[in-house]
C-alpha cells in the first residue's frame, strides 16, 4: 500500500515562507498526477495546486497564483510546494495527494476532483499568524 509522507508544515508570520514536502513510500504506477489540497478551519477542504508528473504541466488556485509553486522531484514520486507571501487566510492542513492523469483535470468550475485521488497522506498543519 503505497503512502504519502508530507513534511514541512509549521507556523510563520504574514509575508513569511515555508515548504512543503510529499514522498510516495514506493514506486506506484497508477501514480500520474500529485497535488495539494488543504482544509481551512471550519470549512471545505479546496484544491491548492496539481502537477502532471508525465508532462510537468502545473495548474494553481486562483487564491495562490504567483505566491505557491508546486514542483517535482526529477525521476521521482515526489513533490514540493514553496508558499511565499503567506496570509493569514492561507492557514489550514494541507494534503499531499496523487491519483491517475485523470486526476489532474479540472471541472467546469475550475477545481479538481478529490475523488479522483487514490492516496491521500496524513496531513500537515500551516499556520498563518502574527
Known amino acids: 500500500q503505497v503512502e504519502l509522507v508530507e513534511s514541512g508544515g509549521g507556523s510563520v508570520q504574514p509575508g513569511g515562507s515555508l515548504r512543503l514536502s510529499c514522498a510516495a513510500s514506493e514506486y506506484a504506477n497508477n501514480i500520474h498526477c500529485m497535488a495539494w489540497f488543504r482544509q481551512p478551519p471550519g470549512k471545505d477542504r479546496e484544491g491548492v495546486a496539481a502537477?502532471?508528473?508525465?508532462?510537468?504541466?502545473?495548474h494553481y488556485d486562483d487564491s495562490v497564483k504567483g505566491r505557491f509553486t508546486i514542483s517535482q522531484l526529477s525521476g521521482k514520486n515526489t513533490v514540493s510546494l514553496q508558499m511565499n507571501n503567506l496570509k493569514p487566510e492561507d492557514t489550514a492542513v494541507y494534503y499531499c495527494?496523487?491519483?491517475?492523469?485523470?486526476?489532474?483535470?479540472?471541472?467546469?468550475?475550475?477545481?479538481?476532483?478529490?475523488?479522483?485521488?487514490?492516496?491521500w497522506g496524513q496531513g500537515t498543519q500551516v499556520t498563518v499568524s502574527s
Open positions: 502537477i502532471s508528473l508525465a508532462g510537468g504541466a502545473t
Open positions: 495527494v496523487a491519483g491517475p492523469h485523470s486526476a489532474c483535470l479540472l471541472s467546469v468550475g475550475g477545481s479538481w476532483y478529490p475523488r479522483r485521488f487514490n492516496y
